[in-house]
């Protein structure tokens, strides 16, 4: 799936059976519930999945445990726009670097 596809697919009822947890969780995101966003953040324990937890919790306004999520993401922490950063996001899950 790409991000054009991606987006599309946030007007469905439920997010595609084939995204990664990372990427449900920022498809929840999207359709504003958090609480399941996290969970799925959390189902996936790995560079990807503390990634989107970083964001979520910087969304949520907790910027000591975002910036634990940063670190363990390998990622620097994020300061900008949140709708930027989950731009961000999405693209680098989905369009990764070759």
Same mark, same amino acid.
């Given at each position: 799936m790409d991000t054009k596809g991606f987006k599309e697919s946030l007007n469905l &009822? +439920?997010?595609p059976e084939s995204l990664s947890d990372a990427l449900k969780a920022l498809w929840?995101? =999207?359709n504003d519930d958090w609480h399941t966003a *996290? $969970? *799925?953040?959390?189902?996936?324990d790995d560079m990807a999945g503390a @990634? +989107? *937890?970083a964001y979520l919790h910087r969304k949520e306004g907790d910027q000591s445990n975002a910036a634990y999520w940063y670190r363990r993401a390998g990622k620097p922490a994020? $300061?900008?726009?949140? =709708?930027?950063e @989950? &731009?961000?996001? +999405?693209?680098g899950l989905l369009e990764p670097a070759a």
């Open positions: &009822e +439920v997010p929840y995101d =999207a *996290h $969970s *799925h953040a959390q189902a996936q @990634w +989107v *937890h994020a $300061s900008g726009d949140l =709708a930027d @989950w &731009e961000q996001i +999405v693209n």
